[in-house]
């Protein structure tokens, strides 16, 4: 292309977007609508990647928390949604065994373990005096939890190793539930029921700041796993086992282990499947990817809904630029321009109208994702990707819906259009 040509290219360009900014201000509320239209439309795409990135990250950085090599052996793990009534046949974990305690244990002493962790929960009235709560979290562990990242004690202690194996009736209870049950007090000591029976709380502990949790954390404790079996109201046979590698060994390393040392202990011949399952940080983030790409989807389906009625617009308000200036089409293709040149004109007149509702989307979806990640525990963030598909994705909206308008503008002929009134 000669310099020439582009500076001819570009002085159209220029010209388009002139017009297209006269005739928002032409035409106010027509535009406003073509405007608003796209600019939904592209909020919507801004905000909810900002949102799902945002998750993205920070479930990320919650399970490298756990250890960049831990990974657990659970009874099941599909990934995705799924729909049960309860038969084998949609409940296939019903099949496989429970985890117990002495397979946890034989984890425990392989060669490429540094340690394992092992939790149950439930859900459960706790009180002191007067003061209740009527359903707390309540989770039994064996002493190992505090390597798992379910925070800090920072006042008293956790239970010893002669605590657990005794089944001794304490407690550690995180912050939430001290201010619930002690306010004003120290609850170092106290006693509280748990399902109505005595516990000594000996320590508290901080839990770390959580995506899910945000500020509104649950009351939850602690109690060795030997005393939650016998006390607690929970589901068994869900037992989840926190595997961590020692440094020097690898991920594939401490897995093949795992596995070798599970099957061998349940008899499983060469020929069968496992019936446990092996969860590693690559199966929980690829089975969350799969949930979020559900909400890619919804993200799609709306911002298309909001280009749509934005390409209405453009087509309602082009057809009537292309009406009001018929005269000046008709002096225009007398004076020589082209039919391509007359179409070029109104395409990026289409385009420019999109695009300002695109900014404008832009700009509002910024704005929730900065609410989001300063007043939320979502770390939101607008991804460059985002920003490239809400720009193209107005400029196309601009261009699809006014090549009817610009097409019957180039189609005019010059002599009926001078003649129009």
Do not use: C
């Amino acid at each position: 292309m000669s310099l020439a040509s582009a500076g001819a290219t570009l002085a159209r360009l220029g010209e388009g977007v002139g017009i297209a900014f006269d005739s928002v201000r032409s035409n106010k509320a027509r535009a406003a609508l073509t405007i608003l239209g796209v600019a939904i439309g592209v909020m919507v795409v801004i905000a909810m990647a900002s949102m799902i990135t945002g998750i993205n990250r920070g479930v990320m950085k919650e399970i490298e928390s756990l250890g960049p090599k831990s990974f657990s052996v659970q009874r099941f793990f599909r990934g995705g949604l799924e729909v049960s009534d309860g038969s084998d046949e949609l409940s296939p974990w019903r099949r496989n065994p429970w985890i117990t305690v002495e397979e946890a244990e034989l984890i425990r002493g392989l060669p490429a373990i540094r340690d394992v962790a092992w939790r149950e929960e439930a859900n459960g009235p706790v009180s002191y005096g007067d003061a209740k709560v009527s359903s707390a979290a309540v989770i039994g562990f064996n002493t190992a939890w505090t390597n798992v990242g379910n925070g800090t004690v920072t006042i008293g202690r956790s239970f010893t190793e002669a605590e657990y194996r005794a089944g001794s009736r304490v407690v550690i209870i995180n912050d939430r539930l001290a201010d619930q049950l002690f306010p004003g007090l120290d609850p170092i000591g106290k006693r509280i029921k748990v399902y109505g029976e005595p516990f000594v709380v000996i320590g508290i502990y901080a839990e770390p700041a959580s995506l899910f949790s945000g500020t509104n954390r649950q009351p939850m404790l602690i109690m060795p796993h030997t005393v939650f079996t016998k006390v607690a109201d929970y589901w068994k046979g869900w037992m989840w086992v926190l595997v961590m590698p020692r440094d020097e060994a690898t991920i594939q390393e401490a897995q093949d282990q795992v596995i070798a040392s599970m099957r061998a202990a349940r008899g499983l011949k060469p020929d069968q499947d496992n019936n446990f399952a092996v969860v590693g940080q690559d199966r929980i983030m690829e089975t969350f990817n799969k949930v979020t790409s559900g909400f890619f989807l919804v993200m799609l389906a709306l911002s298309s809904v909001g280009l749509m009625v934005g390409g209405v617009g453009v087509v309602a308000i082009m057809m009537i630029s292309v009406t009001e200036r018929t005269r000046e089409i008709g002096v225009r293709k007398a004076l020589g321009a082209t039919r391509r040149e007359v179409m070029f004109q109104f395409l990026v007149e289409a385009a420019t109208l999109t695009l300002m509702g695109g900014l404008t989307g832009m700009a509002l979806g910024a704005g929730i994702a900065w609410l989001v990640n300063n007043f939320t525990p979502i770390p939101a963030t607008v991804p460059l990707w985002s920003v490239v598909v809400a720009i193209a994705a107005s400029v196309i909206t601009g261009v699809f819906f006014g090549l009817y308008p610009a097409s019957k503008a180039s189609r005019l002929d010059p002599v009926e259009a001078l003649r129009y009134e």
